[in-house]
Structure formats: structure tokens, C-alpha cells
């Protein structure tokens, strides 16, 4: 008994110990954002502001437009996320359920996209949607985005496990292909779609380079792009607003993923990704 | 079938289209219309510039009241990765702002207007900051702000080391630097960049300093004695440990407020981050120390109109009213950016600053590097051997030759 | 296919179905396919016929009057001392990263699953908030926490007795922070797909184990660890995958310094587009795109042996 008793205590410790590893940091990055610049840089460090200061979140709020960028990354990647939910399961679902010639063609010219380094496509890429006279506009930062080849493979995984059986009765009831698709198969996808809701939104919340490039006014700018801009000097480093605009483009995803946590976990448990 | 057709068609407009003309260099300037600017100006610029330019900017619509100038503020890290992507999609704006360094290979893709002569007169500038902006002889936009390097020392250390109005020549800077350490009680002589990026624009200027010039003509001349002199004489302040070389970000400034490094070499922004950290009439700044000359860096940015520009007279008739002397002075006043027209230097803003009479002088001779397509590839190359002989006690003369032969390699890229 | 072959009297009938069949099959693939084609392929083609071009940025303008080299800029890339020298840091942290990723996330997944419930969801989303996090906020903390003046890491070192090195700066400790780093900030991906994983495997096992007097280690080591081979082996390919592209660590923390101890092929390929050698850039592109493909090859072959 008492054996057991110490070595769930002991595990605790060395869980605990664990957490303060990873969140202690997070913890340092939220209280330093309210300190004066002078106490984020002085020697020895402190953990808990001696002056507390909203300075650095202010001065961020009022150099930037801050609603504007908000909401174009909002909207970005809402309908980046709603565009991979929707294509990724419709092709996931072709590829896992229905026969089609080109099948197995199209999935490993997909599967190999996922090998290619990013940098690579990114100039072609930004010509193109240039010409196609895109630049500047939401669908210059959404369409490229819209195709992941991630939620292709990751909804492929879970719909080859889902039994062929479900979908043939629906079949033999008479519902058409997409009704069955709408009202059998993307029901079951639920804990599937949250993960690679998820996924997505992260990335491209934190995308950067795209939304700077195709983004040739400050109005298109997204969160990350502006941080960028007035956080780092040529010549110097503004510390206190690094640190708030930190806080500041984490929070959102936070709260996205501490809402949807459950379903994001049992996704990964569920899917081929185990 | 779609994407064979596609490959096919890309690779045989690229091996139909065999060989390059001549990009840009050349060009001949056209001349502005007279009268007022109208319609709209888009102007891309970075950093601080990028946020008060807008601002700014209403003094000119004042004048030109159908004339709208819009500013989109551009991150300084990506400005080089924004602004190429912008010519490759034919996507630019009227206007932007451009480092000097990237100057050349900007200019090179022949995207620039070439600066119409009628509007501006080249003498007006400082001569440094003019030839940043001119790629195969001609000038492609104007000189906006510049800046260049000095020496910082503490006052109080420095008199306490023998040497109150800092070091004068090479000589000195070292006698110096060593009774810093010794007589005055601070932890180093001095603070050097040990290579890394952007070192070359510290250890060029001891090269100019010595008589050597990066190019002949065309071809890049980077292993020559006086250079190789300029670095060994670089590298001593690290073999005798007189400065460190493994500074983080964001130490230099506490340190030398606490007299823990009594003297560094830097541009005139640190003025201001000296200021705020409290060491405001503790500091003085010398000018480059001479050997043959005193010779410093000329950097800053330069303001530059694309050929794909919507509103081209109007957007040069905003750089001429930039680099009217009276809105360089208040463009100082708003932004502590060093006027690029020398005349704006006579104005009391400027003179009253005995910290900026050093610079102002230093401007007067400051040089430049060659303005060659593939001077950033090369500058970085210059940093990471640079590096090697700081850091790594490396030989300075091998270090430059294998600067120059990745030089010889590579070309200049025109 | 197979159960069309099987019952041929059916196929008179069903061809028709059949053809409707292939007709909603690429129905469903079409809207993918389509935006894929033209936003995913369409580049990856461009940038392959650019990898045998001298292109450089000086000629975006005029993208077609460039020359052909050939396999030129492949052949350059072996004699370019820092792409060999970046090719080797990248394998080290491969090397040493993936293991060290994969020991965390193991050790955490197995705390967490051995019969302690209470605060499960706390550790769980605790251990995965730096996956979550962007690189920019995540460069900043560690900047700051690796700084040897004011930085958390030498000052905690320091009131033990030890001198803590300049982490960043020395070229002896600069990619081993990195991998540290690197591994802290992935392995929460992985702690989820083994926790998953573990959840897997039928209680009775360890039971019927337990009976025969295997304790705790033995039972990790001959039903926890070869029941979890599939997990582990996607997970070691999959973090391979990522750390053979290893990019924003280095950008964000070290610019690929100091003494290009910490330039990664990723970034070495950053830098060449940034100096305008897209013809360059675009070729080593490539030779790691071999490399991945090279590492999944392994993967599908590895993974494989779990239909057996």
C-alpha cells in the first residue's frame, strides 16, 4: 500500500516537474508582458512584476489596427479551416469508399505533395495567384490553402475504417451519394474534422510569409505579419512588445483548442494516426 | 494530362528562350510632366519610417490637394522577400523605401524608374548615398536618410583611461581599449561585432580606413594587403581580448550603462537607446579612427519608383518634395532619420547637436559598397568568414581569400 | 476491382452502375483536384524547371529569357561547403532530435496513463501548448530563457554553483539547444498519438503478466513496447519528416549561427532564394525533397509489416 501510495506521489512529482518545464515558461512570457521594458531586461530576472504595466499592450493596440488585422485573420482562417474540412472529406471520402479510375494515381501525387519543402513552391505560387489577379484579396490568401494534402491522408485514414456496411445500407434505402455522404459518412467523421479543424486553423493562424507577401496594403495584413512589422526594429528591439504581442496572437488558438480539446484527442485516437 | 502538358509547354518556352538581355542598368530617364501631383501614391516602407510616413505625408497633400498619398508599412526582416515577390508578380507598388544594400539586385531586375535628372540634382546628396543608388551608371531612385558609424565611449571612463576626447587613430583606439580595461576598471576595451551578419558594416570602414576599395571596375577586389591589414587589426581586439565575442541581443546597452563595456562602434540610433537607459550626457561619440583616412559607412535608405508604377509623375514629384531640404529637417524632427541633402545639415535642428556635427562630418566621406547584384550574397559570405577570424581565430588573409574567390565565382552579378 | 472479377455474370448489368459510379467517384474528387492541380502541381513543375535554370532574382521580370544547365546546380551543391556543412547539422539533429522527441513523448504518455486519472486533462493540454503556440512567441520565450545574463536557465545554474554557457552563442552548445528545444516543443504531438496508442492495448495483458510475476519494467519492455511499435515507428518517421525540413528554429533563435554551427538545409535553401539564386535554391530543394522521400520510402516499408 504505502509503496504504491509513493509511487503515485512520486509520479506526481515528476509530472509536475514536467509541467513546470513546459507552461513555466508560458507562465514567465504572461507576466513579463506586464512589466517595464527596464525589468523584462534587468539582472537577475524576476518572475513577478515589480511594477505592473499595461504600457506594452497598449502602445501594441494603438500602433496597430489591431481590430482590422483580428479580423483578417479570423476570417482567413476560418475559411481556410471550413474549405480543408469540406474538400479534404469530400476527396478523403472518394478515396476511402468509392472506386474510381485515377484513384490510386491521384492519392500518391497527393501523399507526395506532403514530402515537398514548402520554400520551394512559394514564388510560382505567388506569380500565379498574381496573375490570376489575386493578389491583394482574401481569395489570394485563402485559395492556395484551400487544397491540403495533410487532410486528404488524414481523412482517408479514418474513412477506411468506417465499415463499408453503413453506407451500403444507406444505399440500399435509396439515398443518394451525397445525401449518404452529408448524412451518413460526415456525422461519423465528427472527432476526424475536429482534429483537422484544428490542425488547420493553426497553421494558418500562424502563417506569415504568405499573408506578407500577397498582402500589398496593410489593410489585408494578417496578425503575425503586422507583429512582425512593429515589434522588430532594424536597430533595436522593442522586448515588452514582443513579449505582448506574443500573448497576444496565442490566446485565440488557446481558446480554439481548450474548446475542441476533447474531440481533438479523440480524433488522433481514432484515426490512422495511432 | 493536364500537368504533362503544362511541363511541356514551361520547358519549351524556357529552352526556346535560351540567353538574357540585359535587365536593368541603362536606362535612360524620362522626364516628369510639371505641375501638381495628383491621384493616388502607394508607398511601401519599413520600420519606423513604414509607420510615420503616412502621418507625415499630409504636408504634401496640403500643397497637392488631389494627390493621396497611401502607406503600407512593410516588416524590415522580409522587406527584401516582399518587394521580389512584388516584381515578379508585377505587383509593386508607386513607391518604396530600399536598404542600400539591396539596391543593386533590385535595380538589376529592371524594375526601377530611373531617376529623371531634371528633378534632382546628384551634388545636392551626400556623394556616398548617391552612388548607393546608382547600378551600371545610372541612378535609380534617391537617397532618403543615411546613417553611419562612429565610436560610443563613456566620458568618464575614457578621461579615467588617459583618452577624454576618444581615439583619434588606430593606434589609439587600441591604447585605448586596453586602459579601459586596465586603468579605468571596466570588464572590456571595447565592443566589436564578431562577424555575424551585418559585421561587414563595421569592419569595412578599417578597410577604407587603410586605403583598400572593394572594386576595380567591375571585378570585386576583396583580398588586397590593405584589407587583410584592416582585419588582422580587427581581429587584434579579440586575440588580446579586449572586446567579447559572444554578446547576446540586447546586452550591449546595460552593459555600457554599467561601465562594464566603456565603448563600441555604432550608428546614430543608438544615440536614443542610450538616452532612454539612462546614460544621456554620459556617452561621447568619435569619428572612425584614421590610419590613412578616417573613412566610415554610409548606409540608410533610399526611396526608389517602379517602372510598373500607376502614378509615376506624381510619385516622383513626392520624392522631390522628401528631398527638399527644408522637409529632410523635419523629416529628422519627426523620425531622428540623418538628412541624405547635405544643405539640410545647415539647419540650427542639426547644428545645435554636437553628437551629430560627428556623424554629420563622417557622412561628408563616408563610402559604400559596390552596388553589384550579388553584394548581399557576397556580404553575407564576408560575415560568416568574418566570423571565423573573430570568433575562431582564423587567418584574416585566407579569410579574405575565400571571400574573393566565392567573389570571382559568382561574379557581380551584372 | 477484385469483387467485380469474382462474380462476372454481374457485370452486363452493373456497367452502367458502374460508369455512374466512376462518374460520382471523381464528383467527389473534383473540387479537391481541382484547386490542387492548379495551387499545389502547377508551382512544384515550375520550380522543378526552374531547378535547371541559372535563374536568379534579376531576371523575374523576364522569367522565360533564362538559361539551361542541366543538372549543374546539383552538382554545384556537393562543392558548396555550407550546404555540406548544413546537410551534416541537419542529420545530427535528426539523429539525436527524433530519439529525444520520442523518449519524452513516450515517458509522458506513460505517465499519464498508468491508472492516474485525476488532472489527466490538466498534464494532457499542459504538455501540448507549445505545439499550439506559434514560433514567433515560442523564439521569444526561449530567447530570453537561454540568455546567459538575464535568462532563467544560467541564473537558476548559477545558484546551484554552475556557470552556465552562452547557450546561444557557443558554438559547442548552439544545435544542441536547438534540439532540446525542438523536442520540447514537439513532443506533446507525439505524447497524444501514444496515449492513444496505449489506450489500445487490452488491460488483460498486463494482468496475465502480472500473474506471472513480471513487475512494472519487464511489463513496458515485453507488452508496452511492441504493441506500440506501430505508433512509435509513425511517430519516429513522421517527427523525421519534420526535423529534415528543420527551418524556424534556427531563423527565429540563432540565424544559423554562430560559425554556421546551426544552419539547417532548410535555411541554407531560405538563404540562397533570399540572395536570389532561385535556379540554386530550387535544385536543393529538391535533393531534400529526396531525402524525405527517402525517409518515407522506410516508413511505408516499416509500417507495412503491421498487415502482416
Redesign the interface.
Known sequence: MTRDRLAKISLYGILSAGLLVVVGPFVWMLLSSFKPE?EI?S?PPTWWPSTWTFDNYRTLFD?LDFPQYFTNSVIVAVLVTVGNLLFCSLLGYALAKLDFPGRKALFLTVLGMLMVPGMVT??PQ??L???LGL??SYAGLVLPFLAGPFGVFLMRQFLLAIPDDLIEAARIDGAGEWRIFWRVVLPLCKPALATLGILTFLSSWNNF?WP??VA???DKYTLP?AL???S??????Y?GLLLAGAVVVVIPVLIVFLALQKHFMRGIATTGLK | M??RW??AV??V?????????D??GGDTAQAVKDGKATGEI?VWA???E??KLAEFAKAFTAENPEAKV?V???????A???I????????T?DVSMIGTTMQG?IA????LDATPTELFRKDAFFPGAWDTTVVDGTPYGIPWYVETRGIYYRKDLAAKAGFPDGPKTWDDLTAMAKALQQKAGAKWGISLQPG??GSWQSILPFGWSNGASLNTGDKYTFDTPQMAEALAYYQSFFTQKLSPD??????LE?AFVRGEIPMFMS?P??VG?LNE?GAKDKFGIAPMPAKQSSTSFIGGSNLAVFKDAKNRDAAWKFLAWLSKPDVQVKWYQAVNDLPAVQSAWDDPALTADPLLKVFGTQLESAKSPPTF??W??LA?TFD?EA??VC??GADPAAALKAVQSQADSLGT?S | MTALLEAPPAVKRAEPRKHRRKMIGWAFAAPFTALF?IFG??PV??SL?MSV?DM?????????????VGLDNYTRLFSDD?FVRSAINTLIFVVVGVPLTIVAALAAANALNSGLIRFRALFRVGFYLPVVTSIVAIAVIW?FLL????GLVDNLLARIGVDGP?W????RTSLGSLTVMAAWRNFGSLMVIFLAALQGIPQDLYEASRLDGAGRWQQFRRITIPLMRPALLFGAVITGIGYLQLFEEPLVMT?G????STLSVSYHIY?Q?????YGYAAAASYVLFVAIVALSVLQFRLLGQRDD
Open positions: 527596464a531586461r539582472v500602433r512559394f514564388v505567388f506569380v495567384v498574381s496573375n493578389a491583394n510569409l506578407l507577401v500589398t496594403t496593410d505579419v512582425a512589422l512593429y522588430i526594429g532594424q536597430n533595436r528591439m522586448f | 493536364r500537368k503544362l511541363a514551361l520547358l518556352s524556357v529552352a526556346a528562350g535560351c540567353g538574357r538581355g535587365g536593368g502607394t519599413m520600420g519606423t513604414g509607420e497611401s503600407t508599412a512593410v516588416p524590415w526582416d522580409s527584401q522577400q516582399k521580389s515577390s512584388a516584381i515578379a508578380a508585377k505587383q507598388p539586385e538589376k531586375t529592371g524594375a555575424k551578419t559572444n554578446l547576446p541581443q540586447g546586452a546595460p550608428g540610433w543608438h537607446i537607459q547584384p550579388t548581399t550574397q553575407a560568416v566570423e571565423k570568433v575562431a552579378g | 492541380l502541381l502547377l513543375v515550375a524547371v535554370t536568379r532574382a534579376t531576371d523575374l521580370r523576364t522569367p522565360l529569357a533564362v538559361n539551361f555550407l530567447r540568455d546567459p545574463q538575464a552562452a546561444l552563442q557557443d558554438t540565424q549561427g554562430p560559425l554556421s538563404n532564394f533570399g540572395f536570389g539564386n
